[in-house]
């Protein structure tokens, strides 16, 4: 029979099963599959924090929601158009983020008796039957039963042929979407490369399930989403962590200097840990500390060594590094230090997303601590952004906070990548001879305050730091009060000097004057442009502006913000920006906070817009 | 160490211009001129050299070093150092910290550059007290110990640094004193010359908050009685004529006369690369003052060759750099896999 074909222009789907159905991987296989095709996407991971929660219950649900299409995308999407549900749980965990009639793909082997009972539906009771699914459409396939048929004669065993049934799942969506399988054949191959009977397993099944969507009659319809208009390149498909990874490695190289990443795991930044320890080949040094103390120590050490010293980690890690951090800035050596936030306080909620150590990053130390604070927007910007917190550390001898977050460190998107040598020159000059007539001074300063970097092996320059209050230039142990005080507003006045060689802070979306400005920081990035770009498009006044430099803020941001009749600043958080805001500026901003451990939907965010224009 | 010098440089040339603050009769002193005697016969060029310390009164040892140096914070100054020889391994690093430093605060970092073994040297100053906090217990104070903080003494039971060490595979440990500077001088060579972390502890007198805590192993009128000065093939003989001798009785050391019946050729002959016999050695822990108490070793306990934690990552470097190419940046950042928008 003739397949229908629908063009589409965005689709979400939401990948969702046990956390042992693999469907992060099947998410991640399709992701690439649509990006190599060309469109545009986002995507938002979702995991439980334990390895393998209780089988079958909602607490072990593990999804992995893509928005791609043929137009510009910003966010992983408020509603789904697709659920994939490989049992009850997983329905019953997504069935609220699923569109009025949407498409819901189900296994119906995953809605057995144990299952239903596991997934907490009412005795006797089973959606894929009651009819409680009216108005959606339903594909129902027994996924095992078929991956099984498919293996009949393999020689594996159930638990290993069970294993492949996400590739069934994968096979169909790729029919449907009319994609190629290429992509994951390749990776499949590659995967499995000494293990020919998995591999086979993995092969015949995914076709098997592309072969269910091309055979079965039932099946009218496949859809097609054609590639995004998107400025011309060279792309790639781009996780904020590795993101982060890759920029610090750029910085390492463009800079000269060898890349020093001390750390000690923890979700979600281990995965920083992990793309560098593959980089070794450009001298990169990973180390495993005992804790986050030895980590962020390690790396300060390093960096008097020399080298440019970097850590990452989150929540409680980052709490644990807060001694060494004043240390850093006492020393006056550059440091990056990457904090990937979660929810928290305390363990919090370490697999979900937050934005809410800002105010730690930029007050949470002893003393007067000034630390520049920067924020990644994006997936990709994590890459732009953490390039930029070297930049600003080794020019201005100082330790650097990147802030990003769980969302945008899981989430990918296309990226058009640049070229080595776009990227911005970084200067480093050791310094070799004698800065005064008599001796070297360690804390003399240049005209960005920022005072000389003499490395150990340099003959004649031989010095101490401390931790102790020092006197200007000579760098000796002071107990001076008025020098206290004038070292104190130094290292403050070099942080300040920042502003003078970062960017003006620019409109992203409308105009640089108005009735309302929705200022945003960080991984709120996608949600606030998509909410804004629409309400713009229903006829409101309204413009976007998201920061990146937070400590300092951009030089032009106060006139920005007078420019502008109210401010609305959305964060997931109880409200922090805000504070920093109206400290700074004096205006009566306004917040829109949610404190969920899940982004914003943009949906949210328009909703708000529209309340405050009506 | 790796790198010599052509140009010797003196002990003076290892003063700095910062007046030495400690108490006067501090047990630092003596430290401080022993390592600026021993580190011009090292023949490592001044500029090679950091100290690195924690905080405490010994911690401000670096300030008194014309090296480099770094006065960090409590307790980490070994992980500062593990990461300063991960990037320099050509460096001669030399961590300065206290008993609270070294043991309590920084515990955990200690016996993870041991048991790493980055190829640096730790001199811990042990004065069984908080010096610069004004006399509190340390992890190393004597159970009952009556201090501003226990004035009905402690309930902590100390630890043992020594048996700490071999517990967290140190491939050098050595024990010394502020009082006999030639020992002292002898033993910051032997650990120079190891590779590896070498772990030194260093009896050090507090004559403010803790005077005399080792007054029976530095004074003249019982050091002999009390102490045991291990050498590496040599038997373990001590008492005020070298009357005395340990032997080994199964695992238990004995304390025996040597006389007609007793040889020196009887007696457990100190060999430096047993682990077992370190082992045992390390727990001669007694308190002097019980009877029949076993003399405190000092010298070399153990040594063992492994290898150093900043090789092995230099050799992993070179082996994917062997296998990979140099790295190249703009093939990092295009990956394996792209795709064209036209
Ligand atoms: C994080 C932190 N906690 C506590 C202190 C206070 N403090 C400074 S030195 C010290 C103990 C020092 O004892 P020890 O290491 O034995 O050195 P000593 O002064 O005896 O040489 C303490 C508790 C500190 N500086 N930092
Ligand atoms: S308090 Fe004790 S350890 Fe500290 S300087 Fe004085 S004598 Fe030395
Ligand atoms: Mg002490």
């Known amino acids: 029979m003739e397949k229908q074909n629908e063009v589409l222009d965005n689709v979400i789907i939401k990948f969702a099963g046990d956390s042992g159905d693999g469907m992060q991987l099947t998410g991640t296989q399709f992701t690439n599959t649509a ?15 334990e390895i393998r929660a209780p089988q079958g219950t909602l607490a072990g649900v593990s999804g992995y929601q893509l928005h791609f299409g043929s137009v510009e995308i910003f966010t992983p999407g408020d509603y789904c158009d697709v659920l994939v549900a490989m049992n009850a749980a997983a329905l019953r965990a997504n069935l609220k983020h699923l569109k009025k009639s949407g498409i819901i793909i189900a296994n119906t082997d995953g809605f057995d008796a144990k299952n239903l009972r596991l997934a907490g539906v009412a005795d006797g009771k089973n959606p894929l039957e009651d009819g409680s699914l009216e108005g959606y459409n339903v594909i129902k396939m027994d996924v095992t039963k078929m991956t099984r048929a498919a293996l009949l004669d393999s020689g594996l065993g159930t638990k290993e042929i069970d294993r492949a049934k996400n590739m069934f799942v994968l096979g169909f969506l790729y029919w449907m979407y009319n994609r190629s399988m290429d992509h994951t054949l390749k990776f499949l191959n590659e995967k499995f490369a000494s293990k020919t009977d998995v591999l086979n397993a993995n092969l015949n099944v995914l076709k098997a399930g592309y072969n269910f969507g091309d055979t079965r009659e039932e099946f009218t319809t496949r859809f097609t989403v054609s590639p995004a208009k998107m400025p011309a390149g060279v792309y790639r498909n781009m996780m904020g962590n590795q993101a982060t990874a890759l920029g610090l490695v750029a910085a390492a190289k463009k800079s000269g200097l060898q890349l020093f990443y001390g750390t000690y795991p923890i979700t979600p930044a281990s995965d920083i840990l992990h793309e560098l320890s593959k980089h070794k080949n450009f001298g990169v040094k990973t180390f495993q500390a005992e804790d986050e103390i030895a980590a962020i120590c390690s790396s300060i050490g390093a960096s008097f060594g020399g080298a440019l010293g970097v850590t990452a980690s989150s929540g409680p890690g980052i709490a644990l590094k807060t001694e060494a951090m004043g240390l850093a800035l006492m020393f006056e050596l550059p440091l990056v230090i990457v904090n990937v936030q979660r929810g928290g306080p305390s363990t919090g909620l370490p697999t979900k997303t937050e934005q809410s150590d800002l105010l730690q990053a930029v007050y949470g130390r002893n003393g007067e601590a000034p630390i520049p604070v920067l924020a990644a927007a994006s997936p990709s910007d994590c890459f732009y952004m953490v390039y930029e917190a070297c930049r600003i550390a080794i020019e201005f001898m100082t330790p650097v906070i990147l802030l990003t977050d769980g969302y945008i460190a899981n989430g990918a998107e296309p990226w058009q990548f640049p070229k080595a040598s776009d990227l911005a020159e970084i200067k480093v000059k050791f310094t070799k001879e004698k800065n005064s007539e008599t001796k070297y001074l360690p804390y003399k300063r240049d005209e960005k305050l920022s005072r000389p970097w003499a490395i150990p092996g340099t003959k004649g320059l031989e010095h101490r730091i401390g931790g102790i209050e020092k006197q200007h230039e000579t760098g000796n142990i002071s107990y001076d009060p008025n020098n206290h005080e004038f070292m104190i507003r130094m290292r403050d006045a070099k942080v300040e000097k920042v502003a003078d060689f970062i960017p003006d802070q620019k409109i992203e979306v409308g105009t640089s004057k108005g009735k309302l400005l929705v200022l945003g920081w960080g991984s709120t990035y996608g949600a606030i442009k998509s909410a804004v770009i629409k309400a713009r498009n229903d006829g409101y006044d309204v413009s976007h502006a998201h920061l990146r430099y937070i400590k300092p803020f951009p030089k032009n941001l106060g006139e920005l913000l007078y420019s502008f009749e109210h401010i609305l600043i959305p964060e997931m958080n109880c409200g922090q920006l805000i504070k920093l805001i109206r400290d700074k500026y004096l205006i009566p901003a306004e917040g829109l906070n949610k404190i969920q451990g899940m982004p914003f939907a943009a949906e949210e965010i328009y909703s708000k817009i529209a309340e405050k224009l009506k | 160490m790796e790198t010599t010098s052509s140009e010797k440089i003196t002990s003076k040339d290892l003063a700095t211009d910062q007046e030495v603050r400690w108490c006067p009769g501090c047990g630092d002193y003596s430290i401080l001129k022993q390592v600026q005697t021993t580190i011009p016969e090292l023949g490592i060029p001044r500029e090679n050299i950091v100290f690195i310390s ?21 307790g980490r100054a070994t992980a500062i150092a593990s990461g300063l020889k991960a990037a320099r391994p050509e460096l001669s690093i030399w961590i300065v910290t206290g008993d609270g430093d070294g043991l309590s605060i920084g515990g955990n970092h200690m016996i993870h550059i041991l048991r790493r073994n980055f190829n640096l040297n730790i001199l811990l100053f042990n004065n069984e007290i908080y010096g610069l906090t004004k006399g509190q217990y340390s992890p190393t104070s004597e159970e009952g110990k009556v201090t501003k903080s226990t004035p009905m003494g402690s309930v902590d039971h100390p630890f043992n640094p020594i048996a700490l060490c071999m517990g967290a595979d140190a491939t050098f440990v050595a024990r010394s004193m502020d009082r006999d500077p030639k020992h002292l001088q002898s033993i910051l060579k032997r650990a120079n010359d190891h590779k590896g972390s070498s772990f030194v502890e260093i009896y050090q007198n507090c004559n403010v908050f803790n005077d005399g805590a080792f007054e029976v192993f530095t004074e003249k009128s019982s050091k002999k009685n009390e102490t045991l000065f291990m050498e590496h093939g040599k038997p373990l003989i001590f008492g005020d004529n070298n009357e005395k001798g340990i ?15 007793v040889s020196p050729n009887d007696l457990w002959v100190h060999d430096e690369h047993d ?68």
């Open chain 2, 275 to 342: 682990r077992v016999k370190a082992g045992i050695l390390s727990r001669f822990f007694d308190n002097p003052k019980h009877p029949n108490h076993l003399p405190r070793p000092f010298g070399v306990f153990y040594v063992e060759d492994r290898p150093c934690y900043e090789d092995r990552m230099a050799d992993q470097i070179q082996q994917m750099t062997a296998k990979k190419g140099d790295g190249n940046l703009d093939a990092l950042l295009s990956g394996r896999e792209t795709w064209v928008i036209s």
């Open chain 2, 54 to 74: 924690g905080i405490g009164c010994s911690s401000r040892f670096p300030y008194y070093m014309e090296t480099y140096g770094m006065h960090s914070i409590h």
């Open chain 2, 247 to 261: 032997k080994l009785d199964g695992f238990m050391p004995v304390i025996v006369e040597l006389n007609a019946g």
């Open chain 1, 35 to 49: 990006a190599l095709f060309g469109n545009d996407l986002s995507t938002f991971p979702d995991f439980p924090a």
